[in-house]
């Protein structure tokens, strides 16, 4: 069983950043994927980004690319990150971080994983 934290969250201005963390327990993320999802009042979650703990290039919505940034803790193999720049308002969500072993096609889906953290509340608004 694998246990996530996610944590970071907070209200920035529009332009500002923030830097989510995901702490994963009892297990580490490696040989398998961790994504970050997010889910506005009213809509349905929706992919932010994902990596394969083991490397190859990351997965981004095409609304936060070259914004936002998914890496890994190069001294652990249990913290992602998700690096989010230049946040608009409309990137107010609950951030979710995820993790699991999605097979091909499904990195991009929440079907593909098995874990998830409690949520992190990010609100954009000046």
């Known amino acids: 069983q694998v246990h996530l934290v996610d944590s970071g969250g907070g209200l920035v201005q529009p332009g500002g950043s923030l830097k989510l963390s995901c702490e994963a327990s009892g297990r580490t993320f490696s040989g398998g994927a961790v994504g970050w999802f997010r889910q506005s009042p009213g809509k349905e979650r929706e992919f932010v980004a994902a990596r394969r703990w083991s490397g190859g290039i990351p997965y981004y919505a095409d609304s936060i690319k070259g914004r936002f940034t998914i890496s890994r803790d190069v001294a652990k193999d249990t913290v992602a990150y998700l690096q989010m720049n230049s946040l608009k308002p409309e990137d107010t969500a609950v951030y979710y971080c995820?993790?699991?072993?999605?097979?091909?096609?499904?990195?991009?889906?929440?079907?593909?994983?098995?874990?998830w953290g409690q949520g992190t509340q990010v609100t954009v608004s000046s």
């Open positions: 995820a993790a699991g072993r999605p097979i091909i096609g499904t990195i991009t889906s929440s079907s593909g994983y098995n874990y």
